[in-house]
């Protein structure tokens, strides 16, 4: 997968560095180091970066869950560096973890999303997500998250 200018691939061991680096740069309460590093092990197949010119400019996180009932995808992080922002890259790294969720016959896709990140929400409404629950002081600093989800059939 690629567009002008920048390609996407699995994420590596060697790119956590930079994941991290976007990531401190992207939330208030970053995931370390160790968490990516975990990350990689469970969730190889479904875990992006977006490279420009060598670097990386932005990644997905994504797992899939089985809940018995239902296979679905689950975006659990996903970030661009702000400097390679509104280039396409957030549209193809969700893209891409959308794809390979549909290859494990995936239903559809959940995120949890700041009740406060207007850009975010608008930007997963864009394509293709709707808003389903809240879920109350989800994050470290009491924060609602907003579950969205998308369904791709």
């Known amino acids: 997968m690629s567009e002008p200018g920048f390609f996407l691939r699995k994420a590596t061991a060697a790119d956590i560095p930079a994941i991290v680096a976007i990531e401190c740069e992207s939330f208030v309460d970053p995931w370390n180091e160790e968490t990516f590093i ?5 969730w190889a197949e479904t875990f992006f970066v977006a490279v420009v010119d060598g670097e990386v400019a932005g990644f997905i ?20 560096a702000e ?17 390979q969720f549909a290859v494990a016959l995936a ?17 997963y409404r864009k394509h293709g997500y709707q808003p389903v629950f809240t879920v109350a002081r989800y994050y470290a600093n009491g924060e609602d998250a907003i579950v969205m989800m998308k369904w791709f059939f």
């Open 61 to 80: 996180v994504g797992g899939i869950e089985d809940t018995g009932e239902a296979v679905y995808g689950h975006i659990c992080n996903f970030a661009v």
């Open 83 to 99: 400097k390679f922002r509104h280039r396409g890259i957030g549209r193809l790294l969700v893209r891409a973890a959308e794809r």
């Open 38 to 42: 975990q990350a990689l092990e469970c």
């Open 107 to 123: 239903e559809g896709v959940q995120l949890e999303v700041r009740a406060s990140n207007t850009t975010a929400r608008s930007f």
